[in-house]
T-cell receptor
Framework: EAAVTQSPRNKVAVTGGKVTLSCNQT?????MYWYRQDTGHGLRLIHY???????EKGDIPDGYKASRPSQENFSLILELATPSQTSVYFC?????????FGPGTRLTVL | AQKVTQTQTSISVMEKTTVTMDCVYE???????LFWYKQTASGEIVFLIR??????ENATVGHYSLNFQKPKSSIGLIITATQIEDSAVYFC?????????????FGQGTKLSIKP
């Protein structure tokens, strides 16, 4: 009954290819977030959303797009993947104060 | 601009002792929220405890408590009676008082190892 799920959990992509990471939440939260985690940097915000149809740029949005087609789903899109985007990606959903994280997606771009 | 700094890269303590992890933050807002999250070896990120800036009392949840020193922009996490399963990476995070956004800024994390 995990409230935030991500797919795929692991992904290997080629440089220049398109990658879509998906996130689903059953918390009925308005806000959803995409972070990446790299050694020495903690978690950094890529994109976020206030609700269906909305997306906002976070702190490191370059090279990424986001899509929020419904309350439950939030996708992160890498149109032209690069090796520097190799990382672990976390989705989260949140209310006015707290955030709840998904299990993460490990992306390797070769 | 917001910033959260955890200077302790790693800490190792004996089981059943008390450990304190440090975190300092920078913000221009008068209203903000401070959080501690735990990331287990499996990668799972779990919310632990929260401190609201307008509250003078230190938050406590189970064997986790906070040492909130507002004049020093400091929010330390205290774990008492540590257990092996407390071994993890702990992240401090801050959210400024814009209720519509909810953006979190994270520190770099502190790896805690509990020795039997």
């Amino acid at each position: 009954e995990a409230a935030v799920t991500q797919s795929p959990r692991n992904k290997v992509a080629v440089t220049g290819g398109k990658v879509t990471l998906s996130c689903n939440q059953t918390n009925n939260h308005n806000n959803m977030y995409w972070y990446r985690q790299d050694t020495g940097h903690g978690l950094r915000l890529i994109h976020y959303s206030y609700g269906a149809g909305s997306t906002e740029k976070g702190d490191i949005p370059d090279g990424y797009k986001a899509s929020r087609p419904s309350q439950e789903n939030f996708s992160l899109i890498l149109e032209l993947a690069t090796p520097s985007q190799t990382s672990v990606y976390f989705c989260a959903s949140g209310d006015a104060v707290e955030q709840y994280f998904g299990p993460g997606t490990r992306l390797t771009v070769l | 601009a917001q910033k959260v700094t955890q200077t302790q890269t790693s800490i190792s303590v004996m089981e059943k002792t008390t450990v304190t992890m440090d975190c300092v933050y920078e913000t221009q807002d008068s209203s903000y929220f401070l959080f501690w999250y735990k990331q287990t070896a499996s990668g799972e990120i779990v919310f632990l405890i929260r401190q609201d800036s307008y509250k003078k009392e230190n938050a406590t949840v189970g064997h986790y408590s906070l040492n909130f020193q507002k004049p020093k922009s400091s929010i330390g996490l205290i774990i008492t009676a540590t257990q092996i399963e407390d071994s993890a990476v702990y992240f401090c995070a801050m959210r400024e008082g814009n209720y519509n956004q909810g953006k979190l800024i994270f520190g770099q994390g502190t790896k805690l190892s509990i020795k039997p």
